[in-house]
């Protein structure tokens, strides 16, 4: 069985998944306490689905790009259980989650998150012969520098992730940009479960000694 941890942000995720089924998925909006909340959180899930940490053989944590102090929390909890209980440990960018759960588009696809201080992490993404790829790698942005390379695209793009009312508003003037509805723009635990998965299948495993949160460099979309 596979847990799932995600805390990248002020949006925390928790999943239990057996390979073959989604046992458990739990998200929530926390007010900066990742600390306080997290492992009574994943004791009570545990605990619901009848199961207990030694049912556990693989853990997969965000790894950013995403907050210091989530992603510093998110991981260290992670670690630890993967050396106390001897459990595989595998990293998940936090982006790859929420590209991993919008449907098959012919569009360009941004995903993003909040970063603190007006900024944004986001990447590009398009949909290749395994879903969604990554395109150049992820950058941190102001949102004056997300409309401003927008301009840039020569196709519809779809936009997902943690986006604010001003921005919504924003965004939807304008003709080539769509937005998934909130529901589907989340960051679903039991997505970085499923992500963890196949990364499990292919025996594509993490060193919890050398694995490392991803913090990002102002950069543009999509640029290497």
Not at 63 to 88: D, E, W
Not at 110 to 135: C, D, N, P, T
Not at 207 to 222: C, F, H, S
Request: aromatic letters at 6%.
């Amino acid at each position: 069985m596979l847990l799932a941890i995600d805390t990248s942000t002020k949006s925390i995720g928790l999943a239990l998944h057996s390979g073959m089924e989604l046992l458990a998925e739990h998200h929530w909006v926390t007010r900066g306490f990742h600390t306080v909340e997290l492992a009574p959180e994943i004791a009570l899930m545990l605990r619901r689905a009848n199961r207990t940490v030694a049912d556990l053989t693989a853990v997969a944590v965000a790894k950013g790009p995403g907050s210091y102090t989530g992603l510093r929390i998110g991981m260290a909890l992670a670690k630890g259980l993967a050396l106390a209980h001897n459990l595989t440990l595998l990293g998940i960018s936090t982006l790859d989650i929420i590209a991993k759960g919008q449907p098959a588009s012919d569009a360009q696809l941004f995903a993003l998150i909040q970063a603190g201080r007006g900024r944004i992490s986001g990447g590009k993404y398009k949909w290749g012969s395994h879903g969604w790829e990554a395109v150049g790698e992820p950058a941190n942005l102001l949102w004056e520098d997300v409309f401003n390379q927008i301009d840039q695209f020569d196709q519809r793009i779809i936009i997902c992730g943690e986006i604010g009312e001003s921005e919504q508003a924003a965004l939807q003037e304008l003709n080539h940009v769509e937005i998934p509805i909130p529901a589907q723009r989340v960051r679903r635990p039991g997505i970085l479960a499923e992500l963890g998965w196949e990364r499990l299948r292919l025996a594509d495993i993490d060193d919890p000694a050398t694995l490392a949160p991803i913090y990002l460099q102002t950069r543009g979309i999509g640029e290497a």
